[in-house]
T-cell receptor
Framework: AQKITQTQPGMFVQEKEAVTLDCTYDTSDQSYGLFWYKQPSSGEMIFLIYQGSYDEQNATEGRYSLNFQKARKSANLVISASQLGDSAMYFCAMRDGDKYIFGTGTRLKVLA | DAGVIQSPRHEVTEMGQEVTLRCKPISGHDYLFWYRQTMMRGLELLIYFNNNVPIDDSGMPEDRFSAKMPNASFSTLKIQPSEPRDSAVYFC????????????FGQGTRLTVV
């Protein structure tokens, strides 16, 4: 069965530093999509970045980049130059077929 | 577009009462998903529709839960009768057909059953 694993329940990072949030996935399909979402304390789900399984380049969106290692089935999110507003819950998700499956999330706290 | 619209934003009800959550997806989106978020279980997919047809309801916890999508612009999730363990945030999300498309989430409905 498809599965997303986020092994870091919580992370701290100093403001202006970079941080990596881990995500591994399990699927037997060749075609799939990987997503990261941010959920601030206000509760909404904000889409950050997408990586397709056939994309050869790692996805980047501003300060967010996705370190995609297909052979290892990992899709880590890298946030560069952390800001206080980055403090939130971060979810890794996979679209396998029609469904979006989410990991348990990592709570990131950015320290001033 | 206004995005995915859910109502109500907050609902407090007594155990045993019927609760109906509503969702208006983004126009043109073919897929609609209902998720439940709790601290213990994270984000669980309850059911999803494609072109108004329920495709997979294997995540619906029990017969007390039902979902409908009478047309492309409206869906409901009903709990009857409600129980305290149903307390959670319920999200509706929609997405168009095609790979590489993220799910667009509504603001969620925070349900409290007392």
């Amino acid at each position: 069965a498809q599965k997303i694993t986020q092994t870091q329940p919580g992370m701290f990072v100093q403001e202006k530093e970079a941080v990596t949030l881990d995500c591994t996935y399990d699927t037997s399909d060749q075609s799939y999509g990987l997503f990261w979402y941010k959920q601030p304390s206000s509760g909404e789900m904000i889409f950050l970045i997408y990586q397709g399984s056939y994309d050869e380049q790692n996805a980047t969106e501003g300060r967010y980049s996705l370190n995609f290692q297909k052979a290892r089935k990992s899709a880590n999110l890298v946030i560069s130059a952390s800001q206080l507003g980055d403090s939130a819950m971060y979810f890794c998700a996979m679209r396998d077929g029609d469904k979006y499956i989410f990991g348990t999330g990592t709570r990131l706290k950015v320290l001033a | 577009d206004a995005g995915v619209i859910q109502s109500p934003r907050h609902e407090v009800t007594e155990m045993g009462q019927e609760v109906t959550l509503r969702c208006k997806p983004i126009s043109g989106h073919d897929y609609l998903f209902w998720y439940r978020q709790t601290m213990m279980r994270g984000l669980e997919l309850l059911i999803y529709f494609n072109n108004n047809v329920p495709i997979d309801d294997s995540g619906m916890p029990e017969d007390r839960f039902s979902a409908k999508m009478p047309n492309a612009s409206f869906s409901t999730l009903k709990i009857q009768p409600s129980e305290p363990r149903d307390s959670a945030v319920y999200f509706c999300a929609s997405t168009p057909t095609g790979g590489g498309k993220e799910a667009f989430f509504g603001q969620g409905t925070r349900l409290t059953v007392v």
